[in-house]
């Protein structure tokens, strides 16, 4: 059985910080790119961030350039997002999501129907 479990989120003031973990098991983790996710109440699910499987690569919306940091520990297998200098308009439930294909700069993707195993969610609420 397929499994990502996030954790790390709670309720901080505007200006702190978080930090995400993602958790996987039952796949061959550092086959897979890993995508962070998150989504408001009334709002579509909006993608936050991407780290590739084997090259490194990694991009963000770009609402978060400069505050968030993508990264993963395949001895792990766990994917982390550092959230720093956090803001009202971040609060959401995130979510992890791993991809097979996401292997490279070339074959990132954005887009929540492509990825093939989704996290359970955990909620971060930012307080102004």
């Known amino acids: 059985e397929v499994q990502l479990v996030e954790s790390g989120g709670g309720l901080v003031q505007a200006g702190g910080s978080l930090r995400l973990s993602c958790v996987a098991s039952g796949i061959a983790f550092d086959d897979y790119a890993i995508g962070w996710f998150r989504q408001s109440p009334g709002k579509e699910r909006e993608w936050v961030s991407f780290i590739s499987a084997s090259d490194g690569y990694t991009n963000y919306t770009d609402s978060v350039k400069g505050r968030f940091t993508i990264s993963r520990d395949n001895a792990k297998n766990t994917a982390y997002l550092q959230m720093n200098s956090l803001k009202a308009e971040d609060t959401a439930a995130y979510y992890c999501?791993?991809?097979?294909?996401?292997?490279?700069?070339?074959?990132?993707?954005?887009?929540?129907?492509?990825?093939?195993?989704w996290g359970q969610g955990t909620q971060v609420t930012v307080s102004s």
């Open positions: 999501a791993a991809d097979v294909w996401g292997r490279t700069e070339a074959t990132m993707t954005f887009l929540p129907y492509e990825y093939e195993y």
